[in-house]
């Protein structure tokens, strides 16, 4: 069994009746202690999570209101949405949010890469919590910025 359907039915299922953002948040924990409880990983997949549950929430509420097949997941070809995938603008806002989620995980992978031979053995076994922190804040926190950003906007739809 791949770990991903064994985190999807043993702990997002299990966990869907607490709400969607626990039951993202619970599988990602459990992915992270799954993978040695290492901060920069445990960090990195808990970004993802909240990155994909906002993302997530944003397409909903962008499809809803424009009526168009701009979901996290493809329509079915029967959707009742007006505008469907084949429409310039629909698929331009497709391309925006595959843009999006490009930006975030090349700015989380750099969490994995080291920058000299003396962090090479680090990187092997993952860096402290100060490491990847300090990274971020070299960063300027950008990906969690524009995640705030994101999510802001997904409460004014």
Partial sequence: MSM?????NYAYKP??????????????????MLHGLNFQLGAVLLSIGMYAFIESGVREKLASRLSACIKAR???????????????????????????????????????????????????????????????????FASHIVAGITFLISKVL
């Fill in 15 to 32: 966990s869907r009746h607490l709400g969607a953002l626990t039951a993202v948040l619970i599988t990602y924990f459990a992915s992270a």
């Fill in 74 to 140: 493809p329509c079915r070809p029967d959707c009742t949405h007006r505008h469907k995938g084949n429409r310039t603008w629909v698929r331009f806002i497709n391309l925006l949010f595959t843009c999006l989620a490009m930006f975030h995980l090349a700015y989380l992978g750099l969490m994995f890469g080291s920058s000299g031979e003396d962090e090479q053995g680090l990187a092997e076994k993952g860096f402290s919590m100060w490491h990847t922190l300090r990274k971020w804040q070299e960063l300027h």
């Fill in 4 to 8: 991903h359907v064994f985190l999807k």
